[in-house]
Nanobody
Framework: QAQLVESGGGSVQAGGSLRLSCEAS??????LAWFRQAPGKKREGVAI???????IYSDSVKGRFTISKDNARGMFYLQMNSLKPEDSAMYYC???????????????????????WGQGTQVTVSS
């Protein structure tokens, strides 16, 4: 059973934008992340707000995606701009009691670092 709840996925043309939301009130003080998984591929990290406030993006989305959170609402978000067909995937939000010593600006988290997951929301970008 999913402990977090995503929303906001959908279909968009290349160059468009989408905003994903994740209800995570029980875990809002944890490290909060977005992952994605395309058919036939491994689940990969996209963005994280660490428990100490640090923010890290994967190289593939830097400059296009923005992660944020609203403590009062118990929500965190992924604003996705300049979407590309290769961004098409199932997107998952996740929470974990993890704070890794990543090199500055470099993604170093793994799926196994996160204990709590949402059920996923589909993002499809057409060319």
């Amino acid at each position: 059973q999913a402990q977090l709840v995503e929303s906001g996925g959908g279909s968009v043309q290349a160059g468009g934008s989408l905003r994903l939301s994740c209800e995570a009130s029980r875990y809002i003080d944890y490290s909060l992340a977005w992952f994605r998984q395309a058919p036939g591929k491994k689940r990969e990290g996209v963005a994280i707000i660490e428990s100490d406030g640090g923010v890290i993006y994967s190289d593939s989305v830097k400059g296009r995606f923005t992660i944020s959170k609203d403590n009062a609402r118990g929500m965190f978000y992924l604003q996705m701009n300049s979407l590309k067909p290769e961004d098409s995937a199932m997107y998952y939000c996740a929470a974990g009691l993890v704070l890794a010593a990543c090199s500055t600006g470099s993604w170093c988290y793994d799926v196994s670092d996160f204990d709590y997951w949402g059920q996923g929301t589909q993002v499809t970008v057409s060319s």
